[in-house]
């Protein structure tokens, strides 16, 4: 067991660009919503919190891979892919407008507002932890499709309203990528199967956006 050899694979490289997009994403909409939306010295974005950031992503992402890799040796399985790692657009949004925003307006102590938004994280992680033990008997007490009910909810209103209206704003751009999509990932022949389709999605959407 502890010999397995892992494997990468040609559909991880179309995964690992979508992971990157999407955490790359998520850093861009929060250090704007910290900026121009709450009102947070670009200073202290830029030079603290978007480091930071970076850094947990990093701390994760390793600590995943490992644990991962681990279990891997211990099965003998060769299909075992590592957690992907990285922020929720629902708590990004949750703690920008529930917790910083009313705190920095209060006070207009950016540090201050930034200490509160840890405390935050800090009992959202002691709620994590206690899901971790108690999540299994949870899921197995509520039906599956009230606990998805809610996912859904904050994943149509947060994450697919935004980019949807940014895709009728530039429907020549949305459309192209949309169609390599069905192209690529539910076609027989996919365009260019030799780029990852996450990599060749962003190039396609650069070129044409900067021709618009």
């Known amino acids: 067991?502890?010999?397995?050899?892992?494997?990468?694979?040609?559909?991880?490289?179309?995964?690992?660009?979508?992971?990157m997009t999407n955490n790359l994403t998520n850093l861009l909409t929060m250090m704007g919503l910290l900026i121009f939306v709450v009102g947070i010295p670009a200073e202290i974005v830029y030079g603290r919190?978007?480091?930071?950031?970076?850094?947990?992503?990093l701390a994760a992402s390793i600590c995943y891979t490992w644990f991962g890799i681990n279990m891997a040796r211990k099965t003998g399985r060769h299909d075992v892919t590592a957690l992907p790692?990285?922020?929720?657009?629902?708590?990004?949004?949750?703690?920008?407008?529930l917790v910083l925003m009313p705190v920095y307006q209060q006070t207009g102590d950016a540090d201050f507002a930034i200490k509160i938004g840890l405390v935050w994280?800090?009992?959202?992680?002691?709620i994590l932890t206690g899901g971790a033990f108690l999540g299994d008997a949870i899921r197995r007490m509520i039906p599956r499709?009230?606990?998805?009910?809610?996912?859904?909810?904050?994943?149509?209103?947060?994450?697919?309203?935004n980019p949807m209206l940014q895709a009728f704003e530039a429907p020549t751009v949305s459309?192209?990528?949309?169609?390599l999509i069905f192209i690529n990932w539910f076609?027989?022949?996919?365009?260019?199967a030799r780029i990852p389709t996450g990599l060749l999605l962003l190039i396609a959407a650069l070129l044409?956006?900067?021709n618009f």
């Not at 459309?175 to 169609?179: C, P, S, T």
Request: charged residues 10%.
């Open 187 to 192: 076609g027989k022949k996919p365009l260019f």
């Open 208 to 210: 044409n956006k900067s």
């Open 1 to 19: 067991m502890s010999g397995i050899k892992l494997e990468w694979r040609r559909g991880d490289w179309a995964a690992y660009f979508g992971l």
């Open 145 to 161: 499709t009230v606990l998805l009910s809610c996912l859904s909810g904050l994943g149509l209103l947060l994450l697919a309203m």
């Open 85 to 97: 790692s990285g922020p929720s657009a629902p708590s990004i949004f949750t703690v920008t407008f």
């Open 49 to 57: 919190i978007a480091p930071a950031f970076g850094l947990a992503v």
């Open 121 to 126: 994280c800090f009992v959202e992680a002691l």
């Open 175 to 179: 459309f192209i990528v949309l169609l």
